[in-house]
């Protein structure tokens, strides 16, 4: 299940990519695409560094839990979605 969302997840992200390509120039596109998941990796550090220096670490992943807990909800909902569909 989850390897063939991360396939499906990454062959519509390459399909978008080349599609606005196709309209915007592929250069200007890829350069885009390729500097999002850096830039993402280091403005997080950032933040999360200076928001944990400023109120403490523990609290930081306490203020994260709700959405962790959340995520987690959502993904046992659909596999026992998908293993009910299966069992049809």
């Given at each position: 299940m989850?390897?063939?969302?991360?396939i499906?997840?990454?062959t519509?992200?390459?399909?978008?990519v080349?599609?606005v390509g196709?309209?915007?120039?592929?250069?200007?596109?890829?350069g885009v695409?390729?500097?999002?998941?850096?830039?993402?990796?280091?403005?997080g550090?950032i933040?999360?560094?200076?928001?944990?220096q400023s109120v403490?670490?523990?609290?930081?992943?306490?203020?994260?839990?709700?959405?962790?807990?959340?995520?987690?909800?959502r993904q046992?909902?659909?596999?026992a979605?998908?293993?009910?569909?299966?069992t049809?």
């Open positions: 989850t390897y063939d969302l991360k499906r997840g990454g519509l992200y390459l399909t978008r080349a599609r196709a309209r915007l120039g592929q250069g200007k596109v890829s695409a390729m500097l999002a998941p850096p830039l993402g990796a280091v403005t550090t933040f999360g560094g200076l928001l944990g403490g670490l523990q609290l930081v992943f306490l203020l994260f839990l709700p959405a962790f807990m959340w995520l987690a909800w046992w909902r659909a596999g979605a998908e293993v009910h569909q299966a049809r």
